[in-house]
């Protein structure tokens, strides 16, 4: 009724209507447009992750399951949970792989060592990586439970320079996760603690051309190699 009156009061009936267009003005991106501006992105992605204590590691896609079997046997995992739509070789031999199963509990989760997973895209502006149910993402719950989680992103494929751009390439009625760096919170104290709503390590490996050989790139400042 509020609503009504008020359009009414500017002159029309329907939605929107006698209500002056609103100049939208802003960029939808920082990065400036240019031939190496994929590049620019991808650089800036690495540095952003970084900078909320993700673990980053670049290699050549043909480098990809012997960098992630690095990494699984780095941390001690024996097991990982392994949505339907990761490639089967990713993964090495030595690994116990848990279906992503909606029979599985929080309890029998919690007990996975990792949990290894494609991403929808990442956002270079903010160092956020998102996720939406996709077959190579799995469920939600399954990329919450587990302490440690590794997130495979196809650059410069998968990677936009900012939100604006992010939204048109995501489907919006899917159950979407967005992350940006390790679950952590901090008390009235400023005390940081790692792990409370999610995984307490998050690495995130970026698959693309390195121009190394086929070995991962030197890393970038606060990162790691493989």
């Given amino acids: 009724m509020v609503l009504g009156r008020i359009r009414r009061a500017l002159g029309g009936t329907g939605p929107g209507a006698g209500v002056p267009p609103v100049p939208r003005r802003y960029l939808a991106s920082h990065l ?7 590049a620019t ?9 970084a900078d909320y204590r993700a673990l980053v590691h670049r ?21 990982a949970v392994v949505p339907p739509g990761v490639p089967d070789a990713w ?7 848990v279906a992503d199963d909606p029979a599985i509990g929080a309890a029998e989760l919690d007990a996975v060592d990792s949990v290894v997973t494609g991403c929808a895209l990442a956002i270079a502006e903010t160092g956020t990586i998102v996720l939406d149910g ?3 993402q799995g469920r939600r719950r399954i990329t919450l439970i587990p302490d ?11 990677v936009v320079a900012s939100l604006p751009e992010a939204m048109p390439r995501l489907v919006p009625h899917r159950p979407q996760t967005w992350i940006s760096g390790p679950s952590a919170t901090s008390d009235i104290e400023l005390d940081r603690v790692e792990g409370v709503h999610g995984p307490r ?12 050989g086929g070995t991962a790139d030197p890393a970038p400042p606060g990162t790691t190699g493989p």
């Avoid at 400036?32 to 994929?38: K, L, S, Y």
Wanted: aromatic share 0%.
């Fill in 32 to 38: 400036p447009e240019g031939p190496d501006r994929a």
């Fill in 41 to 49: 992105a991808v650089e800036l992605l690495a540095e952003n992750l």
């Fill in 59 to 79: 290699v050549e896609p043909e480098g990809l399951p012997a960098l992630i079997a690095r990494l699984l046997a780095a941390r001690g995992a024996r097991s």
């Fill in 91 to 97: 993964l090495p031999a030595d690994i116990t792989r």
């Fill in 134 to 136: 996709s077959p190579d």
């Fill in 148 to 158: 440690h989680h590794l997130c495979v992103v196809r650059v410069p494929d998968q």
């Fill in 201 to 212: 390590v998050l690495e995130v490996v970026l698959v693309g051309p390195t121009g190394n």
